[in-house]
């Protein structure tokens, strides 16, 4: 069962234009979002989190929009460059077992072109 | 960069063989999770270690097992190695058992053939 969707699975976006990509849960228990950014060969790194009691976060380019009713949380990367093309993961923990264990999406495969 | 760090980088081993994967956990994070990442997919939760004791276990057979050490570094073994164990495998830290903040090595690519 795929506890957390995310679309779309690929995404191209013109130098200086917005990426947006989007992720929806199922279970109610998830009090934690993060989203992680990975290159090929490397590791997922962590970009940016949120925490169901704000609508939004802004860390310089990167924002997250969280809708709580609707169970949907979105990434949006403003004046995307070139060396932004990596594979991004939505991912949601529950902290519920006294500890976070992240489920993520399937990942959504950024280039951005010149 | 994270501070965490994985040993070896690149592995191939046969089917039925058994393998330990290895993790160095960042300075001061005391909790040590393993996450399998097949191609094309996101990573998925195999276990978790705190105080040298599995603590949450994914969806995954007993032939995956683990250890953590008192320097909170980590170890993942695999016995019985299948075709579909072939994946990337993440080791990631949090500073604390409710920290949520996890960072990621950059992951042992195993191939079962």
């Known amino acids: 069962q795929q506890q957390v969707k995310q679309s779309p699975q690929s995404l191209i976006v013109q130098k200086g234009g917005i990426s947006i990509i989007n992720c929806a849960y199922e279970?109610?228990?998830?009090?934690?979002f993060p989203w992680y950014q990975q290159f090929p060969g490397k590791g997922p790194a962590l970009l940016i989190a949120?925490?169901?009691?704000?609508s939004e976060k802004k860390e310089g380019r990167f924002t997250i929009s969280f809708n709580k009713s609707a169970k949907q949380f979105s990434l949006h990367i403003m004046d995307s460059q070139p060396g932004d093309s990596a594979t991004y993961f939505c991912a949601a923990g529950d902290s519920g077992a006294g500890s976070y264990q992240l489920t993520f999406g399937k990942g959504t495969k950024l280039s951005v072109i010149p | 960069e994270t501070g965490v760090t994985q040993s070896p980088t690149h592995l191939i081993k046969t089917r039925g063989q058994q393998v330990t994967l290895r993790c160095s956990s960042q300075s001061g994070h005391n909790t040590v999770s393993w996450y399998q990442q097949a191609l094309g997919q996101g990573p998925q939760f195999i276990f978790q270690?705190?105080?040298?004791?599995?603590?949450g276990r994914g969806n995954f057979p007993p032939r995956f097992s683990g250890l953590q050490f008192p320097n909170y570094s980590s170890e993942l073994n695999v016995n019985a190695l299948e075709l579909d164990d072939s994946a990337l495998y993440l080791c990631?830290?949090?500073?604390?058992?409710?920290?949520?903040?996890?960072?990621f090595g950059q992951g042992t690519r195993l191939t079962v053939v």
């Open positions: 270690y705190y105080r040298e004791e599995e603590n």
């Open positions: 990631a830290s949090t500073q604390s058992l409710d920290g949520a903040e996890a960072f």
């Open positions: 279970n109610t228990a998830f009090d934690y």
């Open positions: 949120i925490r169901p009691d704000v």
